[in-house]
């Protein structure tokens, strides 16, 4: 074997991801130090305790629970604890000590990204977190690297394995989203508190992350508007099928003119994390399961799909390894690390300055002259209607919708498709409509992307 | 505007790509300096005609006919003027000066690629190349640097557009290759000599691209088993379509176990472009027009699927741009530049030691006994069948086929599906079997792949 210069790896955390890695890294030794052109070496593993039983064999002695030690005398740092401190910590002193860092830490990135990309500017080091957003999936390079030269002007991910998991089964089989989450909990798809997963939270780490490389511009995770998947039930899937559509949890980050934005050239951003509705022959409808995708529009690149794994011990580790290898390469070869580009600095505009369509579904009285006074009611709070469907459903709950001329008693339902309409307006209207005394219940009011 | 270090760019060639590269580093000049953190100025453009008329917009004062000139006082060569010289020299010219190159030669890098990163090696320097496989879609990079930690089992990559344009048109519209192709040619999606593409000698440059850096090994061009599509007629399309499967010119890249391999652990590559049947539910099948897809299966990452536009000027020209930023960058970081790692110099097979599956379709006589004798050679030969239908083609051939039971006077077909087959022990059957005397005529052999 070659006689490579040797390379001091350090990994901090030893849960599902780091097992894998510190597994990979030695069973392949080899052959990534011939691909990285330095012999990596995995010096230790910090972890809390250190006598816990992992998902790898791995020998007791590269434990340790002094991170500090350890850190401080490594080329290459990676961290794979989750959370912001001490992650925070231990990442800022590895740069410090003028070792790269590799990391899958979204969380982190999505709320200190700046002062980390900060501090590995001021010493010249590079931190690589592929992992962060959308597991297996290449996207990081992708966006950095290989988009550097175009102009991104949207981009729609499905980014959360679980929620992903839940909305995919409660479509194909018409299930509850208890029954799903329950199930989905069960077989490991979904955490004992599902929180960051069902409310959004960490499909909007990653629509920060991935915001931030697209439009060269620091998006703070506050900016991102989040809204989670618990609304949604059966009846609302049913109605979304009904209708051609699929309900999907979408991390949109979209290039818009804004003129109320502080920018010179009225251009801004806008970064939101829902469930929508998207059209069943869009690309994204037929990501299954718990798996990922990112659909991206670029001016000159046109449409672009990156689909893969978005979860999993074993998968995210392919991803941190192939960043072990960057910065291998990096540290070996010399030079300056690869910085964040952030100076198109452009604003965030609130969500209620974004435009899209949506479908409105609505209970109102069954007489005559209804529709007439919702369709008064859009057309003045400036929301104009695309398509409108009325229908009885009959009071047995156990059968379906049926067409409003079979004359059947029952509850009357409007479901308006609009035209592109500004989120203020629509929100303003429905409330409106909700006051209006025609209508009794605002069943689900859904933004429609993808067309 | 902040005040950078200035790179002196220089464009080789000036057709629908080189016009639009110049034309979007002028536009965006701005911005892409500040992502590349230095500022890019195009101070020429090398063409052998400065007075031909371009796509773009451009003054006339960049053009010159003086490339050595303009390559030595550059600091990144943009070379997108195709075909072997003056490619060549120029590209080695541009890295002995000390320039970073960026290049969308696929024809070259499949060719002279060690020549080429080994100087660039020698020198320190990088080259780029993202726009030679699978033209907008980031694929390079991922391969390159997302994958290096892991293991790349098999890429399945559409990787021409103009052949998945004929192909989709044909599946589709049940139309004739010969009225498809000059359908495509009239509409531009083909060339007015259509070989590089229909004959598949683009998709093997690219395939041989993909595979060097897949499997860290300098994959030589002659040794990518290639065919094309000529010989799928409307009559193979449909009869893959009654058996659930859409033809596609696939680039198959695979790592392999083989005995007879100069490997010490067996490992070794194929590297094969031809036209596949590949199931209608595979994610590759839905893939139309002239798009292109590269799917990956990697040990650690899973399933992967990469998908956009496989050609186009501009499309093309946005993977370039995304090269000269990152050539800027490294540039300005110092340090030497990314090399090729082709270390792991797997044996690359030859076509007769694959394995795969195959379809084989046969005229065959109606008499009785004929099944047995075609299943006798089948079984001799080593290649075992898994399905076998008999047809009876009627003699009108405005009709469709129809099944056997229904005793229309006709010519009588037998579609084989096989177990996985060695492709020697297949192509010695189905001489065989044409020879047997039973079989009037091999109607076609398809391998089967994608699941």
Same mark, same amino acid.
Request: net charge negative; proline share 4%; aromatic share 4%.
């Given at each position: 074997?070659?006689?490579?210069? @040797? ?37 230790? *593993? ?8 992992? !998902? ?10 002094? %991170? ?11 961290? =794979? &604890? ?7 910590? !231990? ?17 982190? =990135? ?26 297996? /999936? ?17 981009? &729609? ?8 998991? /839940? =909305? ?17 909990? @069960? ?5 004992? !508190? ?7 939270? !960490? ?22 508007? +989040? ?102 390469? @990096? ?19 609130? *969500? ?25 009611? =859009? %057309?003045?709070? +400036?929301?104009?209607?695309?398509? /409108? ?54 069943? %689900?009011?859904? @933004?429609?992307?993808?067309?």
């Amino acid at each position: 074997m070659t006689d490579y210069r @040797r390379l001091r790896v350090a990994l901090l955390g030893a849960g599902a991801v780091g097992s894998q890695v510190a597994d990979l890294l030695r069973k392949h030794a080899d052959e990534l130090s011939d691909r990285a052109g330095a012999a990596l070496e995995l010096v230790g *593993i910090a972890v809390r305790n250190p006598d816990a039983s992992r !998902d790898a064999d791995l020998p007791r002695e590269l434990f340790t629970t002094d %991170s500090e030690q350890l850190i401080v005398g490594a080329d290459i740092v990676i961290e =794979l &604890m989750g959370g912001i401190e001490p992650a925070r910590t !231990d990442i800022l002193l590895a740069l410090s000590s003028g070792a790269d860092v590799v990391t899958a830490n979204k969380a982190l =990135l999505a709320t200190h990204g700046p002062e980390i990309f900060d501090a590995a500017d001021q010493v010249g080091a590079s931190v690589y977190y592929e992992a962060a957003a959308a597991g297996a /999936i290449p996207i990081i390079r992708p966006l950095r690297d290989s988009l550097a030269g175009d102009r991104v002007q949207r981009i &729609m991910g499905i980014v959360n394995g679980t929620t992903n998991y /839940i =909305l995919d089964r409660m479509d194909t089989e018409g299930s509850e989203f208890a029954d799903v989450l329950a199930d989905a909990q @069960r077989l490991g798809y979904a955490e004992a !508190d599902p929180t960051a997963d069902v409310e959004g939270f !960490d499909a909007a780490q990653k629509a920060a992350i991935l915001a931030s490389l697209a439009f060269h511009t620091a998006v703070p995770l506050e900016a991102v508007h +989040r809204e989670g998947i618990t609304a949604i039930d059966r009846q609302t899937m049913e109605a979304a099928r009904h209708a051609g559509y699929v309900i999907k949890l979408l991390a949109v980050c979209e290039r818009i003119t804004d003129a109320e934005a502080n920018s010179p050239t009225g251009e801004a951003i806008s970064v939101r994390v829902y469930p929508a509705l998207i059209p069943r022959e869009h690309p994204l409808a037929s990501v299954h399961g718990a798996n990922n995708a990112v659909f991206v529009q670029a001016e000159a690149a046109g449409n672009l799909m990156f689909y893969g794994a978005g979860a999993g011990g074993v998968q995210t580790a392919s991803a941190v390894l192939g960043d072990v290898v960057s910065a291998a390469r @990096r540290h070996i070869a010399g030079g300056v690390g690869v910085g964040e580009s952030t100076r198109a600095n452009l604003p965030v505009v609130p *969500i209620g300055r974004v435009t899209t369509r949506y479908q409105i579904t609505l209970e109102v009285s069954d007489e005559p002259g209804v529709l007439a006074t919702v369709a008064g009611i =859009l %057309s003045e709070g +400036r929301v104009s209607i695309a398509t /409108i469907e009325q229908t009885i459903e009959p009071i047995d709950p156990q059968q379906n919708l049926v067409p409003v001329e079979q004359d059947v008693a029952g509850i009357a339902r409007l479901v308006i498709g609009t035209h592109t309409a500004r989120e203020q307006d629509l929100s303003d209207t429905v409330d409106r409509l909700a006051a209006s005394g025609v209508v009794d219940r605002v069943v %689900s009011v859904l @933004r429609v992307e993808g067309n």
